[in-house]
């Protein structure tokens, strides 16, 4: 049965009022699934803003690493408040706004984990290198910084009416796969090595915009496999 | 200048945390301009959950009455919990939603006001018979009632990148007059009177949908005024 399904991943919340205030407006669009990543303590504050929705605190996940947190996932999208000031911050950019992360989840199929970071340093850039996707609420440059949850409510009120579809995606584990072997045909191929890392990065930010299949996936491999082959081979001979 | 103009008009909002979490929200999406219609105590909580936002509070107008909160608007809209069960009951139906609302006001130039009513109860039957329009945010049936500042970041998200422009829409005033003159035709034709008050309330809707300008008011009315000549004049021939 395709269908997709979002998870909620608030990174280290440090104000338990917070995570309260989620899971009411995850309830509000109808969401259920929350994962909590070394989360402050869980409160009375939790309780009385989550209202009618203590239900969903109660059944979250507590996860002590980011890779446990987001586990089965397909699609990981990490939310910013910064959106990349130049083209050669690859982390970053280009991030989707919210309009624009709905089209592209159209009609498509799998475990989405929406991470949203800490209220005052959001996501590391570490963070930011496992997602496949970056997305930024586009806010006014008078002030940039939004409250969690209202960034959580804008996110899931755009999701809220999506359609999944026939499209299946990869799993992230099978992208970041191939994540590793385009590091290794760069490595194969000589590629300077001061670029690597940002042109990993690149590739990696390409790649994660164009929501591959499982089939795609493959094969892309099988070209990067055949690259291997013929380099290797290449190695021994004048062409 | 042809421009869109918003005004957050909350109503009689019940704790102070809320009107500075809206002030948040209203500066990251770049509006400035909040009016509290019989606010409870502005007291320290507004100024902690509106963090760098407390000029947005310090520069709103305070409103004993409705009218003076509304006043100078163009367009009046309200925020509705309840889409309406009913094509009966006019004052709440047809809702639209944010996003629908975004593109009806595309273009458009003038003053909008959008209320928010209170926590516990939202809008009442007559502060919603004001509205020229109702929005509703599509919510889950499990949970339909959202956080007071979730529901404006979600309509300011929706509105802040909108395009103003050419279309100016005729002030609420004029309309107001509009629509009581229909309520005068409707009794100077005998419209049956169990009807009329339900009847005057659809067509105030469906006109309050149009988004009528300045012109269009005028063209109406003077529909109006012919057939009450007509009428007057009917009432004392046989045709």
Avoid: W
């Amino acid at each position: 049965m395709p269908s997709l399904t979002f998870r909620t991943v608030l990174v280290e919340p440090l104000y338990s009022g917070n995570i309260g205030s989620t899971a009411r407006v995850m309830k509000n669009f109808g969401f259920s699934e929350l994962v909590l990543l070394n989360p402050c303590e869980i409160d009375r504050n939790a309780r009385i803003m989550s209202v009618h929705a203590y239900d969903v605190i109660e059944n979250a996940m507590i996860a002590t690493t980011l890779e446990g947190a987001v586990e089965g996932s397909n699609l990981i999208i990490g939310m910013t408040g910064l959106p990349g000031k130049t083209e050669n911050e690859h982390k970053r950019m280009p991030a989707l706004s919210p309009r624009k992360l709905r089209e592209k989840l159209h009609r498509k199929s799998g475990v989405i984990s929406l991470l949203f970071g800490r209220e005052d340093d959001g996501l590391t850039n570490e963070e930011l290198e496992l997602c496949d996707m970056v997305v930024y609420i586009p806010t006014s440059p008078d002030y940039t910084s939004m409250n969690l949850s209202h960034a959580v409510a804008v996110v899931l009120y755009e999701l809220s009416d999506i359609e999944g579809g026939e499209t299946f995606l990869a799993r992230h584990f099978d992208i970041e796969l191939l994540y590793e072997h385009i590091g290794e045909v760069l490595a194969d191929i000589d590629y300077k090595e001061h670029k690597e890392n940002k042109t990993k990065m690149m590739v990696q930010r390409i790649l994660g915009r164009a929501e591959l299949t499982t089939r795609e996936v493959y094969t892309l491999r099988g070209i990067l496999r055949r690259i291997q082959m013929k380099v290797g081979k290449a190695s021994g001979s004048p062409h």
